[in-house]
């Protein structure tokens, strides 16, 4: 399919610099970014004879004789090239699908997404069949460009991918065998313009599904379970009817799997995600002694409720990924001890209000970012003391002279870092070093 094509790729980054490098040979390529880009990847796209063009004005080099645009998934459908390529009729899509064409036959495509979740839920069920030695290979919105791992994927293997809303925004013909939504809340409306349309675009993780392919969903999310109605998929349910919590265990259709404390994740959200896993395990012959190990030994990932240190009996965790109020409602509900909350990034109309009933153990709210001077109000509404500071150096210097023993202090921003960081795991790393 992608091939003899003159293929303009719009913006770089990783999945740019991957789709570049996996179309060269068999097509005319170039790919623009108006950031700088390392020497080493310029250099090396250049000797696959792609060109290479950092500019301000993309729209300059574009023209009606490319076959196909590729876009970066952070790249807005408002982007001048992506309006004239839609006015033009060229197809507008992005890495991840144009991947798919290059998967060997047989291959099993797991999909995860969701709003909250999808991180935690698709690292299981890596490390779950790694442990079962089954031939599984991650990639996706965790971290690796589907372009970057086709070369290691052979015919029969499977392939975990975790996707977001912006990747499966410009999906055709990407078809998953087994699709996961852990769940749905407004996010990303900025980007989508509405939450109608954002829920649209989760729907498309179903996209060509058939009664042979599998949907998981999440039962105790009504948005989930009303949005996906009509989908054609078989459908299990997890936090319902195919898995679920009875006796302080976790059950899979009458079977229990694990006690929940065997667990080292705890609450409820986790939970959830562990039973979405287990359901796709299950598909593969779920080995319960090798998932009493995992979960066992399983802490978390990396800015999700991350615990960073406990000194002078005040307890620090990152969770830099909370970048909707969603996620932070499910953080502030794993706490009993008072907390120092800080809150605030990018501005995108996020409703900081949404936290008003989760705000118990809050003792004390830190604005940063944009967003502080909204906080501030909201914090001002909840009788709760507000420190403001446009960055987060700034507070932690103020949150240890505030802190008292037996304190939580937690970053769990409700908002997306690009107001200051590039992305979130910046923002966590930050707080950990000043930490």
């Known amino acids: 399919m992608y091939q003899n094509k003159k293929i303009f790729i719009l913006g770089m980054a990783k999945s740019g610099y991957e789709c570049a490098k996996l179309l060269a040979s068999t097509n005319e390529v170039i790919i623009t970014d108006q950031k700088e880009q390392p020497k080493d990847h310029i250099d090396e796209l250049k000797k696959l004879n792609v060109q290479v063009e950092i500019t301000t004005d993309p729209l300059e080099l574009f023209d009606e004789s490319f076959d196909v645009v590729i876009k970066n998934p952070g790249i807005l459908m408002s982007h001048p090239v992506i309006e004239k390529a839609v006015e033009l009729h060229i197809p507008v899509v992005n890495e991840m699908e144009v991947a798919y064409h290059y998967l060997p036959e047989e291959v099993k495509i797991i999909g995860v997404t969701g709003s909250n979740g999808k991180t935690t839920t698709t690292t299981l069920i890596y490390e779950m069949m790694k442990s079962m030695n089954l031939p599984v290979h991650l990639g996706g919105n965790i971290g690796y460009p589907l372009s970057s791992i086709i070369s290691k994927i052979k015919k029969g293997d499977i392939v975990l991918l975790e996707i977001s809303d912006h990747q499966l925004l410009n999906f055709q013909d990407f078809k998953t065998n087994i699709s996961v939504l852990t769940n749905l809340c407004p996010t990303h409306l900025d980007f989508h313009g509405s939450y109608e349309a954002y829920k649209k675009v989760k729907q498309k993780i179903f996209a060509h599904h058939?009664?042979?392919?599998?949907?998981?969903?999440?039962?105790?999310?009504?948005?989930?379970?009303?949005?996906?109605?009509?989908?054609?998929?078989?459908?299990?349910?997890?936090?319902?009817?195919?898995?679920?919590?009875?006796?302080?265990?976790?059950?899979?259709?009458?079977?229990?799997?694990?006690?929940?404390?065997?667990?080292?994740?705890?609450?409820?959200?986790?939970?959830?995600?562990?039973?979405?896993?287990?359901?796709?395990?299950?598909?593969?012959?779920?080995?319960?002694?090798?998932?009493?190990?995992?979960?066992?030994?399983?802490?978390?990932?990396?800015?999700?409720?991350?615990?960073?240190?406990?000194?002078?009996?005040?307890?620090?965790?990152?969770?830099?990924?909370?970048?909707?109020?969603?996620?932070?409602?499910?953080?502030?509900?794993?706490?009993?001890?008072?907390?120092?909350?800080?809150?605030?990034?990018?501005?995108?109309?996020?409703?900081?209000?949404?936290?008003?009933?989760?705000?118990?153990?809050?003792?004390?709210?830190?604005?940063?970012?944009?967003?502080?001077?909204?906080?501030?109000?909201?914090?001002?509404?909840?009788?709760?003391?507000?420190?403001?500071?446009?960055?987060?150096?700034?507070?932690?210097?103020?949150?240890?002279?505030?802190?008292?023993?037996?304190?939580?202090?937690?970053?769990?921003?409700?908002?997306?870092?690009?107001?200051?960081?590039d992305k979130f795991e910046s923002r966590g790393d930050e707080f950990k070093g000043l930490i």
């Open 210 to 421: 058939t009664k042979n392919d599998l949907a998981i969903l999440n039962a105790s999310n009504e948005e989930s379970l009303k949005e996906m109605k009509n989908i054609t998929s078989n459908i299990e349910y997890f936090a319902g009817q195919d898995a679920y919590i009875k006796n302080n265990a976790i059950y899979l259709q009458n079977e229990e799997i694990i006690k929940l404390e065997d667990i080292k994740l705890k609450g409820n959200h986790n939970y959830e995600n562990i039973m979405a896993a287990l359901l796709v395990i299950k598909e593969f012959g779920l080995d319960k002694n090798i998932v009493n190990k995992i979960l066992n030994d399983f802490g978390g990932v990396e800015h999700r409720l991350e615990f960073v240190k406990k000194e002078n009996e005040v307890s620090y965790y990152n969770d830099s990924k909370s970048t909707n109020p969603v996620s932070t409602i499910t953080a502030l509900k794993s706490f009993e001890s008072p907390v120092l909350l800080i809150l605030g990034g990018f501005e995108r109309s996020q409703d900081f209000y949404d936290l008003k009933d989760h705000l118990k153990h809050v003792k004390h709210i830190y604005a940063i970012g944009e967003t502080r001077e909204r906080i501030a109000e909201f914090a001002k509404d909840m009788n709760i003391p507000c420190t403001k500071k446009e960055f987060l150096k700034e507070v932690i210097l103020d949150i240890k002279k505030d802190v008292q023993p037996g304190d939580v202090v937690l970053l769990s921003p409700a908002s997306a870092s690009w107001d200051q960081y």
